[in-house]
């Protein structure tokens, strides 16, 4: 069982940045794939960006250019650095585990809202 904890979201102004922070409960070097969704109000939830246990990221087209994921094995956390924030960025965002024993793991979600 791992537990996924956000943090670091919050209200900021259209072309700022935020930094979002995963932190699991457990090591995360057995995880193969730690992501990030979002889930605006009346949308489907996307996966806006993730990363493998081998460092090969990779990025919905909304938000290429603008975001970066990272992950640090050894403090067990992953980090999603938001540039250039746009209103449509805002939403819940979500940090995920995926095992590939099919097991996967999700955060109780952090609140974005970029103001225009």
């Known amino acids: 069982q791992v537990q996924l904890v956000e943090s670091g979201g919050g209200l900021v102004q259209t072309g700022g940045s935020l930094r979002l922070s995963c932190a699991a409960s457990a090591s995360i070097f057995s995880i193969n794939v730690m992501g990030w969704y979002r889930q605006a109000p009346g949308k489907q939830r996307e996966r806006v960006a993730a990363?493998?246990?081998?460092?090969?990221?990779n990025y919905s087209d909304s938000v290429k250019g603008r975001f970066t994921i990272s992950r640090d094995n050894f403090k067990n956390t992953v980090y999603l650095q938001m540039n250039s924030l746009k209103p449509e960025d805002t939403a819940v965002y979500y940090c995920n585990a995926f095992k590939s024993t099919g097991l996967t793991y999700w955060g109780q979600g952090t609140q974005v809202t970029v103001s225009s």
């Open positions: 990363i493998s246990n081998v460092g090969i990221t």
